[in-house]
């Protein structure tokens, strides 16, 4: 079953064509990656699906074409964005972050054993729970930001190079904290990254992209095979 | 280099656009002032004559600036209905009114003058000390009158120093000196708190206030306090004041709200002096009765004009007139807020006085004429007050009469109770 | 010493009218990031908008809610159809723009309204109540119990409630908001539109001892500015202590500092600024924010 | 731009246009009514104005709701030196060197404070000014103002008054515009858009912000004495009200309206700031303030970038199309490793807060 479906999507910013037609198919509970060098168009296909940039083309979630939708209403479809630079709310304590990123729910419980679940996740947020978000350092904020994104209940993850900046084996951390995530939640994910072989942790599958174009995909396993092209575009 | 080229025809642009929106404006001016006849000033024809006025119309000021344009407008505004107005050279003209805002800015003001100078043959009627004083020294350059505007600064009244100024409101100093006379005469032993705002007005009533009781042994100063005309408050001022003990308070304020204000702190502290107020701020409906000032035993002001609010005045003939025109020429339908409309009416009579006298289409001819004016009973005008013209250093309208609060208006008073 | 109590009084009656704008002026830079240069303005709109129909016979406290109403449409008409083509730009632009509002509506309320002075009459007596020596009008008891109503309020709603929190997010970070499901352009709507609301209450509140013109609150502004830094852009409780503060020792220095005096009194506020904000950069009650690379 | 100027032509260009300016500048006076002459000498005076704040506001990014206080303490200097008969290059050195100090004082302390702050302490100065300007009477005539009549045409030029006045703002204006924009367009204007964009990454590369900041806030105080001199110049008066803080705060407007950091938009606000007030006046009198607030709105919501981005358009659209024509950078692994998401990077900025 396909959760999300992009076909020949397609992307400017201002007289800029970035994206010249993207495809992507991301299964039910499955891991996506989008690889591919600087300026490929990877973040904007994901602001593509989360509405932040107008785009061409079919973008289909869950049945349905979700194009010229406004961001916070597919994010109430189910999209949780975690996008480059984090974008934590800088003067919010991390728990209210995680408040807020749990606007759209109304159980209270559930949102309460939600913010315990991050905690146990992320356990360095556990002692700056009544710290600013602009306080905690680069990892502590990328686990905010990932923190905080599911505490939508997405369906459907969109993470956008959650390792830039990080120390190896602080990003490292961070991508065990999603896999096991992804493990005992299920929720699907788009993952962009510039470490590849940090991706091939998480995703099953992956798109390599150039000039706004897909130029190769294939399963995790078969991509991480080919020299050459881990050599050109995975950044060896 | 591309780009210094482009920014240099950028430049060209904007200046020719600016030139091009001030090119209509000189079109304009070529348009209205069209001298007839030899030797005519600018501004002046056989069948009109044109005066300009630059006054706060925006602002902090901007009430009483409305005022000033609003009366001499209604007045010439009637005037022109019944065809116009005789001058001394047999001529009848009508008299068109060019008012502009100057949002009580100094250079808005320059500015104004400089746009009008060329096209009215005089400015009148403007309110504001730094406002008029602005142009002041390039109207004497330009030889262009600058005459009856509203400031009690005794420089425009300086015939020496400004030949082509007169003030028309009574200068400060005399404002306050007849207060101190009344005050000093009443035998009574006095002790005064005097709070003024902290510029030419307040410190002007002040210098004449305390002329008039020095060497009076009945009266004592026991505190005096100043305030910003941008305060928000006053409350401290009379604070202070009331804990002096005095049971006069000489209050020279130019600011209606706080004048209002400082009625109602001084009974929220229970000190109910005898209190006096300036001419501009001592109107019955807009400052003491909202001000509670039947709570005092007495309110002085001073004036020369009658206050159409007052029931006294209710059936007066002047003030019937006055208030038909203001609403139908005037476009001042409200009743008259400031006393800035009263004296701007009777800045109108004056005027028309002086062209009466006049017997060339000139401005040193109209200077002449205007400085000769004697004892003339402006319409508006209380008893025992005049416009005078003939004696040096002093404003058109020379003298005020002291009166005293009756509960809904002001009766001149010869003595202090 | 009857007359210092005195002036510490007068001094937080004063300090209350400069809250009330504060307070305004900090729920919207809590909910749009930006100084609202023309909340004044829009405060005396409202205050002329209840005058107008009390004088034509509508109970005081009916045309102030009415005020209250036409406000908060007002304020987030302005947040949708002026402000949000300023909002991701450049910030001295919008501020700028928010100068040419307060510039156009003290020009509506001069055309509308005239320049003359409007007396606005009062929820409250102006009976004095006199305790110790002192006295105090029953109006400005009223006029800071209200403003004190309304600062816990605030305090609550950013603290405490889930509309609080939003509009901040939005503030801080609109992209975020909106991955998160904040109906971002809703939440600035009702952000400006709240400060308006809480501008109408402070108009309604001192128009009657400023007397309505449409500059009353022109002055009140610097002090309200120098209120909110003092006090920490983030805090309610924080600005209205720090206008509490300035009123007071503006009075005192006025008094007791000849060098100072009545017309140097203004440039309290600013001393006590610089010395508190090179002690404490987040001023008396802000929270403290670290900013990295 | 269908072909590409030669040098010789170019160069050409380079130094005809400046000559073509001058000559036009210098013809003017001489064939322009008094009146409009006047409205150019006011319009100048409030450009150097404004071009001081934009040096620090526009270029620097220090908000400054100060500007105000240095233009009325140039034109007191001035009408002080003046009034007392004082030489006139002297009283010129005078009006630029002690707005200079003052504002290098008040620089030394404020930029240590950041953001907000700094603009609370520029708040500061006109409304403090206005009543320390009535305390000082002795020096500035109290409330009544100064009056200070000088620059009247030399015997024998020939010349009118308002001509004179008009070439002697066209040159030192022009004197210190042609300083300022060489100043922003080399080393320290780069210096200073560092500092503006991220004070952070300025302190990185060994810049210290705090003591540009400092410079960026005494040159503006220098050009607001300047423009101080040209006031007194032109309106031949001042008193407290001239440095009132509304007035801060229209020159702010003005300089935003024009474009900020642009020395085009400088020129283009001070007109703003002279034009309007007289335009409005036109139309009504009565409602001036009205037709201020929404000739602002009007122009910022059609224009956010200010008058001078009326010509920018024009500018961007000649690079971009000679971008085109000119061969693409290959977008290699190897060109862009490491270096940010080029094509993304500003939008990213754009979204987030500032």
Same mark, same amino acid.
């Given at each position: 079953?396909?959760?999300?479906?992009?076909?020949?999507?397609?992307?400017?910013?201002?007289?800029?064509?970035?994206?010249?037609?993207?495809?992507?198919?991301?299964?039910?509970?499955?891991?996506?990656?989008?690889?591919?060098?600087?300026?490929?168009?990877?973040?904007?296909?994901?602001?593509?699906?989360?509405?932040?940039?107008?785009?061409?083309?079919?973008?289909?979630?869950?049945?349905?074409?979700?194009?010229?939708?406004?961001?916070?209403?597919?994010?109430?479809?189910?999209?949780?964005?975690?996008?480059?630079?984090?974008?934590?709310?800088?003067?919010?304590?991390?728990?209210?972050?995680?408040?807020?990123?749990?606007?759209?729910?109304?159980?209270?419980?559930?949102?309460?054993?939600?913010?315990?679940?991050?905690?146990?996740?992320?356990?360095?947020?556990?002692?700056?729970?009544?710290?600013?978000?602009?306080?905690?350092?680069?990892?502590?904020?990328?686990?905010?930001?990932?923190?905080?994104?599911?505490?939508?209940?997405?369906?459907?993850?969109?993470?956008?190079?959650?390792?830039?900046?990080?120390?190896?084996?602080?990003?490292?951390?961070?991508?065990?904290?999603?896999?096991?995530?992804?493990?005992?939640?299920?929720?699907?994910?788009?993952?962009?990254?510039?470490?590849?072989?940090?991706?091939?942790?998480?995703?099953?599958?992956?798109?390599?992209?150039?000039?706004?174009?897909?130029?190769?995909?294939?399963?995790?396993?078969?991509?991480?095979?080919?020299?050459?092209?881990?050599?050109?575009?995975?950044?060896? | 280099?591309?780009?210094?080229?482009?920014?240099?025809?950028?430049?060209?642009?904007?200046?020719?656009?600016?030139?091009?929106?001030?090119?209509?404006?000189?079109?304009?001016?070529?348009?209205?002032?069209?001298?007839?006849?030899?030797?005519?000033?600018?501004?002046?024809?056989?069948?009109?004559?044109?005066?300009?006025?630059?006054?706060?119309?925006?602002?902090?000021?901007?009430?009483?600036?409305?005022?000033?344009?609003?009366?001499?407008?209604?007045?010439?505004?009637?005037?022109?209905?019944?065809?116009?107005?005789?001058?001394?050279?047999?001529?009848?003209?009508?008299?068109?009114?060019?008012?502009?805002?100057?949002?009580?800015?100094?250079?808005?003001?320059?500015?104004?003058?400089?746009?009008?100078?060329?096209?009215?043959?005089?400015?009148?009627?403007?309110?504001?000390?730094?406002?008029?004083?602005?142009?002041?020294?390039?109207?004497?350059?330009?030889?262009?009158?600058?005459?009856?505007?509203?400031?009690?600064?005794?420089?425009?009244?300086?015939?020496?120093?400004?030949?082509?100024?007169?003030?028309?409101?009574?200068?400060?100093?005399?404002?306050?000196?007849?207060?101190?006379?009344?005050?000093?005469?009443?035998?009574?032993?006095?002790?005064?708190?005097?709070?003024?705002?902290?510029?030419?007005?307040?410190?002007?009533?002040?210098?004449?206030?305390?002329?008039?009781?020095?060497?009076?042994?009945?009266?004592?100063?026991?505190?005096?306090?100043?305030?910003?005309?941008?305060?928000?408050?006053?409350?401290?001022?009379?604070?202070?004041?009331?804990?002096?003990?005095?049971?006069?308070?000489?209050?020279?304020?130019?600011?209606?709200?706080?004048?209002?204000?400082?009625?109602?702190?001084?009974?929220?502290?229970?000190?109910?002096?005898?209190?006096?107020?300036?001419?501009?701020?001592?109107?019955?409906?807009?400052?003491?009765?909202?001000?509670?000032?039947?709570?005092?035993?007495?309110?002085?002001?001073?004036?020369?004009?009658?206050?159409?609010?007052?029931?006294?005045?209710?059936?007066?003939?002047?003030?019937?007139?006055?208030?038909?025109?203001?609403?139908?020429?005037?476009?001042?339908?409200?009743?008259?807020?400031?006393?800035?409309?009263?004296?701007?009416?009777?800045?109108?009579?004056?005027?028309?006085?002086?062209?009466?006298?006049?017997?060339?289409?000139?401005?040193?001819?109209?200077?002449?004429?205007?400085?000769?004016?004697?004892?003339?009973?402006?319409?508006?005008?209380?008893?025992?007050?005049?416009?005078?013209?003939?004696?040096?250093?002093?404003?058109?309208?020379?003298?005020?009469?002291?009166?005293?609060?009756?509960?809904?208006?002001?009766?001149?008073?010869?003595?202090?109770? | 010493?009857?007359?210092?109590?005195?002036?510490?009084?007068?001094?937080?009656?004063?300090?209350?009218?400069?809250?009330?704008?504060?307070?305004?002026?900090?729920?919207?830079?809590?909910?749009?990031?930006?100084?609202?240069?023309?909340?004044?303005?829009?405060?005396?709109?409202?205050?002329?908008?209840?005058?107008?129909?009390?004088?034509?016979?509508?109970?005081?406290?009916?045309?102030?809610?009415?005020?209250?109403?036409?406000?908060?449409?007002?304020?987030?008409?302005?947040?949708?159809?002026?402000?949000?083509?300023?909002?991701?730009?450049?910030?001295?632009?919008?501020?700028?723009?928010?100068?040419?509002?307060?510039?156009?509506?003290?020009?509506?309320?001069?055309?509308?309204?005239?320049?003359?002075?409007?007396?606005?009459?009062?929820?409250?007596?102006?009976?004095?109540?006199?305790?110790?020596?002192?006295?105090?009008?029953?109006?400005?008891?009223?006029?800071?119990?209200?403003?004190?109503?309304?600062?816990?309020?605030?305090?609550?709603?950013?603290?405490?409630?889930?509309?609080?929190?939003?509009?901040?997010?939005?503030?801080?970070?609109?992209?975020?908001?909106?991955?998160?499901?904040?109906?971002?352009?809703?939440?600035?709507?009702?952000?400006?539109?709240?400060?308006?609301?809480?501008?109408?209450?402070?108009?309604?509140?001192?128009?009657?001892?400023?007397?309505?013109?449409?500059?009353?609150?022109?002055?009140?502004?610097?002090?309200?500015?120098?209120?909110?830094?003092?006090?920490?852009?983030?805090?309610?409780?924080?600005?209205?202590?720090?206008?509490?503060?300035?009123?007071?020792?503006?009075?005192?220095?006025?008094?007791?500092?000849?060098?100072?005096?009545?017309?140097?009194?203004?440039?309290?506020?600013?001393?006590?600024?610089?010395?508190?904000?090179?002690?404490?950069?987040?001023?008396?009650?802000?929270?403290?924010?670290?900013?990295?690379? | 731009?269908?072909?590409?100027?030669?040098?010789?032509?170019?160069?050409?260009?380079?130094?005809?246009?400046?000559?073509?300016?001058?000559?036009?500048? &210098?013809?003017?006076?001489?064939?322009?009514?008094?009146?409009?002459?006047?409205?150019?000498?006011?319009?100048?005076?409030?450009?150097?104005?404004?071009?001081?704040?934009?040096?620090?506001?526009?270029?620097?990014?220090?908000?400054?709701?100060?500007?105000?206080?240095?233009?009325?303490?140039?034109?007191?200097?001035?009408?002080?030196?003046?009034?007392?008969?004082?030489?006139?290059?002297?009283?010129?050195?005078?009006?630029?060197?002690?707005?200079?100090?003052?504002?290098?004082?008040?620089?030394?302390?404020?930029?240590?404070?950041?953001?907000?702050?700094?603009?609370?302490?520029?708040?500061?100065?006109?409304?403090?000014?206005?009543?320390?300007?009535?305390?000082?009477?002795?020096?500035?005539?109290?409330?009544?103002?100064?009056?200070?009549?000088?620059?009247?045409?030399?015997?024998?030029?020939?010349?009118?008054?308002?001509?004179?006045?008009?070439?002697?703002?066209? &040159?030192?204006?022009?004197?210190?515009?042609?300083?300022?924009?060489?100043?922003?367009?080399?080393?320290?204007?780069?210096?200073?858009?560092?500092?503006?964009?991220?004070?952070?990454?300025?302190?990185?590369?060994?810049?210290?912000?705090?003591?540009?900041?400092?410079?960026?806030?005494?040159?503006?105080?220098?050009?607001?004495?300047?423009?101080?001199?040209?006031?007194?110049?032109?309106?031949?008066?001042?008193?407290?009200?001239?440095?009132?803080?509304?007035?801060?705060?229209?020159?702010?407007?003005?300089?935003?309206?024009?474009?900020?950091?642009?020395?085009?938009?400088?020129?283009?606000?001070?007109?703003?700031?002279?034009?309007?007030?007289?335009?409005?006046?036109?139309?009504?009198?009565?409602?001036?303030?009205?037709?201020?607030?929404?000739?602002?709105?009007?122009?910022?919501?059609?224009?956010?970038?200010?008058?001078?981005?009326?010509?920018?358009?024009?500018?961007?659209?000649?690079?971009?199309?000679?971008?085109?024509?000119?061969?693409?950078?290959?977008?290699?692994?190897?060109?862009?490793?490491?270096?940010?998401?080029?094509?993304?990077?500003?939008?990213?900025?754009?979204?987030?807060?500032?």
């Amino acid at each position: 079953m396909t959760l999300l479906e992009l076909e020949d999507v397609t992307a400017f910013y201002g007289p800029v064509q970035v994206l010249e037609g993207v495809s992507l198919s991301v299964p039910e509970n499955g891991a996506v990656g989008i690889l591919g060098a600087n300026g490929a168009g990877k973040t904007t296909t994901l602001r593509a699906i989360s509405a932040t940039v107008r785009a061409g083309g079919r973008i289909v979630f869950d049945g349905k074409d979700i194009r010229g939708t406004r961001p916070d209403r597919v994010a109430a479809l189910g999209i949780a964005h975690v996008p480059e630079g984090r974008g934590t709310f800088g003067d919010l304590s991390v728990r209210e972050n995680l408040r807020v990123g749990a606007y759209l729910r109304k159980d209270r419980k559930g949102i309460a054993s939600d913010i315990d679940y991050c905690l146990d996740l992320f356990p360095n947020l556990q002692d700056r729970i009544t710290s600013n978000a602009s306080a905690l350092s680069g990892g502590e904020q990328q686990m905010l930001a990932v923190a905080r994104a599911i505490m939508s209940k997405p369906r459907l993850l969109l993470l956008d190079e959650a390792s830039l900046g990080l120390a190896p084996s602080t990003a490292k951390a961070v991508y065990d904290a999603i896999r096991r995530l992804r493990v005992e939640s299920g929720i699907a994910m788009v993952v962009v990254e510039q470490n590849a072989n940090l991706a091939f942790t998480l995703v099953d599958s992956a798109t390599v992209l150039e000039t706004g174009r897909n130029v190769l995909t294939g399963t995790s396993a078969e991509l991480r095979g080919m020299d050459e092209i881990r050599r050109a575009y995975l950044g060896g | 280099m591309n780009m210094h080229s482009r920014s240099r025809k950028a430049l060209g642009i904007a200046v020719a656009s600016a030139l091009a929106l001030t090119l209509a404006g000189c079109a304009r001016e070529g348009g209205g002032g069209g001298a007839s006849g030899g030797g005519a000033s600018p501004g002046i024809t056989d069948t009109a004559v044109k005066l300009g006025i630059s006054t706060p119309l925006s602002g902090a000021t901007a009430g009483p600036g409305t005022c000033t344009v609003a009366g001499v407008t209604a007045y010439f505004g009637a005037k022109n209905a019944e065809g116009g107005v005789a001058f001394g050279d047999g001529k009848t003209r009508t008299v068109e009114i060019e008012a502009l805002d100057d949002g009580y800015d100094p250079q808005r003001a320059k500015a104004n003058y400089d746009s009008l100078k060329g096209d009215v043959f005089a400015m009148t009627a403007g309110l504001g000390t730094p406002t008029n004083r602005a142009w002041r020294d390039a109207a004497i350059a330009d030889e262009v009158p600058q005459v009856l505007v509203m400031t009690g600064d005794p420089l425009f009244s300086d015939t020496e120093e400004s030949p082509w100024q007169l003030g028309f409101v009574p200068i400060y100093q005399n404002e306050g000196e007849a207060f101190g006379k009344l005050l000093a005469s009443s035998g009574g032993a006095h002790k005064v708190a005097i709070l003024s705002q902290n510029d030419d007005y307040g410190a002007g009533y002040v210098e004449g206030f305390k002329s008039a009781v020095e060497g009076a042994g009945n009266v004592q100063i026991v505190g005096e306090l100043t305030y910003e005309a941008t305060d928000t408050s006053v409350d401290a001022q009379i604070t202070q004041l009331a804990a002096s003990g005095a049971d006069v308070i000489f209050n020279a304020m130019s600011v209606t709200p706080l004048t209002v204000s400082a009625l109602q702190k001084a009974q929220q502290l229970n000190w109910l002096p005898r209190w006096f107020l300036p001419s501009n701020t001592s109107s019955p409906g807009a400052v003491v009765e909202p001000g509670g000032g039947a709570a005092f035993p007495a309110i002085y002001s001073v004036s020369f004009a009658k206050a159409p609010a007052s029931p006294a005045f209710a059936e007066d003939e002047d003030v019937r007139t006055y208030l038909a025109a203001l609403k139908e020429h005037g476009n001042y339908p409200d009743a008259p807020a400031f006393p800035h409309c009263q004296w701007s009416w009777m800045v109108g009579a004056t005027l028309e006085q002086a062209f009466a006298k006049m017997t060339a289409p000139t401005r040193e001819d109209f200077m002449r004429a205007l400085r000769s004016i004697e004892n003339f009973e402006a319409p508006l005008m209380l008893p025992g007050t005049a416009v005078s013209t003939t004696e040096a250093g002093q404003p058109a309208v020379p003298t005020v009469v002291v009166q005293k609060y009756n509960g809904k208006g002001y009766d001149t008073v010869e003595a202090f109770e | 010493m009857a007359t210092f109590i005195q002036l510490v009084v007068d001094g937080l009656s004063t300090g209350s009218i400069y809250a009330a704008i504060a307070l305004a002026l900090v729920l919207v830079h809590q909910a749009t990031g930006l100084i609202n240069f023309a909340q004044g303005g829009m405060a005396v709109l409202a205050a002329y908008s209840a005058w107008w129909l009390t004088a034509r016979g509508v109970p005081l406290v009916l045309a102030i809610l009415a005020s209250i109403v036409l406000s908060f449409l007002l304020g987030a008409a302005v947040e949708r159809w002026l402000m949000r083509r300023f909002e991701r730009g450049d910030p001295d632009t919008a501020v700028v723009v928010t100068i040419g509002l307060l510039t156009l509506i003290t020009g509506i309320c001069g055309w509308l309204f005239t320049y003359n002075n409007q007396q606005f009459p009062s929820l409250f007596s102006l009976d004095a109540v006199s305790f110790l020596g002192v006295s105090v009008s029953q109006r400005s008891i009223g006029t800071t119990l209200v403003i004190v109503v309304v600062m816990f309020l605030l305090q609550g709603l950013f603290a405490g409630t889930k509309l609080g929190l939003a509009l901040r997010a939005v503030a801080i970070n609109p992209q975020s908001a909106a991955f998160s499901g904040l109906p971002v352009e809703r939440l600035l709507m009702v952000g400006w539109g709240l400060a308006a609301v809480l501008g109408a209450i402070a108009g309604a509140m001192v128009a009657p001892q400023l007397t309505l013109t449409p500059g009353m609150l022109d002055n009140a502004l610097v002090y309200a500015l120098a209120a909110v830094i003092l006090g920490g852009l983030s805090s309610p409780v924080g600005v209205v202590v720090a206008a509490w503060i300035i009123g007071v020792l503006e009075n005192l220095a006025a008094v007791y500092i000849p060098l100072i005096g009545y017309d140097l009194k203004v440039a309290v506020p600013f001393i006590l600024i610089f010395v508190v904000l090179v002690i404490r950069p987040q001023g008396l009650f802000g929270r403290k924010t670290v900013v990295r690379v | 731009m269908a072909s590409v100027p030669s040098p010789r032509q170019r160069s050409w260009v380079r130094w005809a246009g400046p000559l073509l300016l001058v000559v036009v500048l &210098a013809v003017l006076p001489l064939v322009f009514p008094e009146s409009v002459n006047e409205i150019i000498a006011r319009i100048g005076v409030f450009a150097v104005a404004v071009l001081g704040l934009n040096l620090v506001m526009g270029y620097t990014g220090q908000v400054s709701l100060g500007q105000i206080f240095f233009l009325g303490l140039g034109a007191y200097v001035t009408a002080y030196g003046v009034s007392n008969d004082w030489n006139i290059v002297v009283v010129f050195v005078l009006a630029c060197t002690i707005p200079a100090v003052v504002g290098l004082l008040v620089a030394l302390a404020a930029a240590r404070l950041g953001g907000l702050a700094i603009a609370m302490v520029t708040v500061a100065l006109p409304i403090v000014g206005v009543p320390l300007a009535k305390r000082l009477s002795d020096y500035t005539g109290g409330s009544q103002g100064l009056s200070a009549r000088f620059g009247d045409a030399p015997e024998g030029t020939g010349l009118y008054d308002d001509q004179w006045r008009l070439y002697l703002v066209l &040159a030192i204006g022009g004197a210190v515009f042609l300083l300022t924009r060489n100043l922003v367009r080399g080393k320290y204007g780069r210096v200073f858009a560092i500092v503006k964009k991220n004070e952070n990454v300025a302190s990185s590369v060994g810049i210290s912000p705090y003591r540009y900041k400092v410079l960026a806030f005494t040159l503006a105080s220098l050009i607001g004495g300047v423009s101080g001199f040209l006031y007194m110049l032109v309106i031949q008066y001042t008193s407290p009200e001239t440095m009132s803080f509304g007035h801060s705060i229209q020159l702010l407007a003005a300089m935003v309206i024009g474009g900020a950091g642009s020395i085009l938009g400088s020129i283009l606000g001070g007109a703003y700031y002279v034009l309007v007030p007289q335009l409005t006046n036109l139309v009504d009198p009565s409602l001036t303030a009205l037709l201020q607030g929404a000739t602002l709105l009007v122009v910022l919501f059609v224009l956010p970038g200010g008058l001078a981005s009326l010509a920018r358009p024009l500018g961007r659209g000649r690079r971009s199309s000679h971008d085109r024509r000119g061969p693409t950078p290959p977008i290699t692994p190897s060109a862009t490793t490491g270096s940010g998401t080029a094509a993304e990077t500003p939008e990213t900025e754009r979204q987030g807060h500032p």
